[in-house]
């Protein structure tokens, strides 16, 4: 390993320290998945941990699985580059969150049992249906993962003070493994034993950081905001970072790309798969509205202070020496650690943020692998013919394989802003996932013709126009950069793919002849207010 030269990150300290730091996490949340593993009897306590957890419990694993590291580190970067135009991520990802609770939360939850599959062909086409919806699952999974693995890069190589490509994709490598070890032993009940770990560290440690970058300010944020434009205005590229536009300012395009990311911030969190999943493992609705409560304050305390962080790391480090680190714009959180508090900060918020990455990429493998398991496999392929053992075992395969190409894709983003690809994933969500859900719980006639153009629709039109976005390639920022098919002018599509998506369920619906089951749209209806029901089997 080399260690990186002064100019690049000024030494940021000691490799043995900081691995003695993240070696002790790493033992200790394995030493939790193991005891929580030992209680996994059903695919019921693999997919949702048995509904065993309780309102407070699963409110702060859900704000885990929701402060991803595209919140601790793509956004604290984003704003210590980019100033108030960083910090609308902030804004977009809580807004996100409140209209996926007033919209689906409880209602899916009351509706479904495993997955959102449950909900989308409760009424609808089984089979069709639910291999949609187990692609699309598996589609934003796969974006969401390939955003936390890049971080994960990224962050390690600093903290093992390394750089160069292959090191960081031994990197990642490392911690792809080690992340499918977790979900393999642990299943939801490790995964959310870990969150909780993780939600509980991550507040910790941020108030801790914004406690310290307060007082080295005089606990005066004018100050703070001050330092923040005085050391912007002497960078090779001086930016107002306390005014709109340094990111997304001058052009109609990059206004246009700005109202693109921000509609797929907005609307893309109520169609995250491995969010709403989370809803599952409360008994009762009213331990879901507890959950709502917890995960509500958290995540709000949460995005306050990335403001501090980002600004703190503006002004205490600043943005050429952020760009120049391993990690590039993801490394603002742990060099300000390291500026607040030298080593031992630093390897203590680094372990912080790799229980972050961890345990949502455990989330979503565990999303990802119920999502094949039992709507294709149990469902499609075996008519709901099989048994645990059998789903179980299917599960722990697709889990390694998304684990594998999760690997692949993340050595292929490393030097992406994370907070930047999780806004792809959420385009993806907004567009195949959300039209469906809402038509299937608000609308009567909507049948499984709209569900599949709205569904396929999305899911292609968004995808399609990433592939051909400044996103994949034709910049200095994309992920290929030695060629250029960016035909789409937009790094986020969710402008167009979205409304898209809506239309072509409405359109699906109404030139099919399908009328729809009322039989079961009533007792849709009923479940999805009341919950009764929905301990029982959804295979119908």
């Known amino acids: 390993m080399k260690l990186l030269a002064a100019a690049a990150t000024d030494k940021v300290g000691e490799p043995i320290v900081n691995i003695a730091i993240f070696a002790a996490f790493i033992v200790i949340t394995l030493v939790v998945v193991f005891r929580a593993s030992s209680k996994n009897k059903t695919t019921a306590d693999y997919y949702t941990g048995g509904s065993s957890f309780s309102g407070m419990q699963n409110g702060i694993a859900i704000s885990g699985d929701y402060l991803s590291a595209a919140s601790f580190l793509g956004i604290?970067?984003?704003?210590?580059?980019?100033?108030?135009?960083?910090?609308?991520?902030?804004?977009?990802?809580?807004?996100?969150?409140?209209?996926?609770?007033?919209?689906?939360?409880?209602?899916?939850?009351?509706?479904?049992?495993?997955?959102?599959?449950?909900?989308?062909?409760?009424?609808?086409?089984?089979?069709?249906?639910?291999?949609a919806a187990a692609i699309s699952t598996l589609m934003v999974s796969l974006f969401y993962l390939l955003a936390q693995m890049a971080g994960a890069g990224g962050l390690v190589s600093l903290l093992l003070g390394v750089s160069g490509s292959t090191a960081q994709a031994i990197v990642i490598s490392v911690v792809g493994i080690v992340m499918i070890a977790y979900v393999l032993i642990g299943g939801m009940k490790g995964t959310t034993w870990v969150q909780i770990i993780k939600a509980s560290l991550l507040i910790v440690g941020t108030v801790v950081m914004t406690v310290l970058v307060f007082s080295h300010?005089?606990?005066?944020?004018?100050?703070?905001?001050?330092?923040?434009?005085?050391?912007?205005?002497?960078?090779?590229s001086p930016k107002n970072v306390l005014a709109p536009g340094a990111q997304y300012g001058g052009t109609s395009m990059s206004r246009l790309n700005f109202l693109s990311l921000a509609l797929a911030l907005v609307l893309g969190t109520a169609g995250l798969p491995h969010v709403l999943m989370r809803f599952y493992t409360v008994p009762t609705a009213k331990e879901a509205r507890r959950s709502v409560v917890w995960s509500i304050g958290i995540i709000g305390l949460f995005y306050l202070l990335t403001l501090a962080l980002g600004?703190?790391?503006?002004?205490?480090?600043?943005?050429?020496?952020?760009?120049?680190?391993?990690?590039?714009?993801?490394?603002?959180?742990?060099?300000?650690?390291?500026?607040?508090?030298?080593?031992?900060?630093?390897?203590?918020?680094?372990?912080?943020?790799?229980?972050?990455?961890?345990?949502?990429?455990?989330?979503?493998?565990?999303?990802?692998?119920?999502?094949?398991?039992?709507?294709?496999?149990?469902?499609?392929?075996?008519d709901g013919?099989?048994?645990?053992?059998?789903?179980?075992r299917v599960s722990r395969i697709t889990a390694v394989v998304i684990g594998i190409v999760a690997i692949g894709l993340g050595i292929l983003a490393k030097d992406q802003n994370i907070a930047f690809l999780v806004a792809l994933a959420f385009a993806i969500a907004a567009s195949a996932n959300l039209p469906t859900i809402l038509y299937s719980l608000f609308w009567k006639r909507f049948n499984t013709a709209g569900a599949l153009w709205s569904i396929y629709g999305?899911?292609?039109?968004?995808?399609?126009?990433?592939v051909f976005s400044p996103a994949v390639s034709g910049s200095k920022t994309s992920m290929i950069k030695s060629m250029d098919f960016a035909y789409f002018p937009l790094a986020n599509p969710g402008i167009v793919s979205i409304p898209l998506a809506f239309v072509l369920g409405i359109v699906g619906t109404l030139i099919s002849k399908d009328k729809g089951n009322l039989a079961k749209n009533a007792e849709m209806e009923v479940r999805s207010l009341t919950g009764i029901g929905v301990e029982k089997s959804l295979v119908h």
């Open 76 to 131: 604290a970067g984003a704003i210590a580059v980019y100033g108030y135009d960083g910090f609308l991520y902030s804004i977009g990802f809580l807004v996100a969150w409140l209209v996926a609770l007033l919209l689906v939360a409880e209602l899916l939850r009351n509706t479904g049992r495993f997955t959102m599959a449950d909900v989308l062909s409760f009424r609808l086409h089984q089979k069709q249906v639910r291999t």
């Open 217 to 236: 300010f005089h606990f005066n944020f004018s100050d703070l905001l001050g330092a923040a434009q005085d050391k912007a205005s002497t960078m090779k």
């Open 311 to 382: 600004y703190g790391a503006a002004a205490m480090v600043g943005s050429d020496r952020i760009l120049k680190a391993p990690g590039g714009v993801n490394s603002a959180a742990p060099l300000l650690a390291f500026e607040l508090g030298g080593t031992i900060l630093l390897g203590i918020i680094a372990a912080v943020a790799f229980a972050t990455i961890l345990a949502v990429v455990a989330g979503l493998t565990i999303t990802a692998s119920a999502s094949f398991a039992h709507d294709i496999y149990a469902n499609v392929i075996k």
């Open 385 to 392: 013919v099989v048994n645990d053992a059998k789903k179980l």
């Open 458 to 466: 999305g899911l292609i039109s968004t995808v399609g126009l990433i």
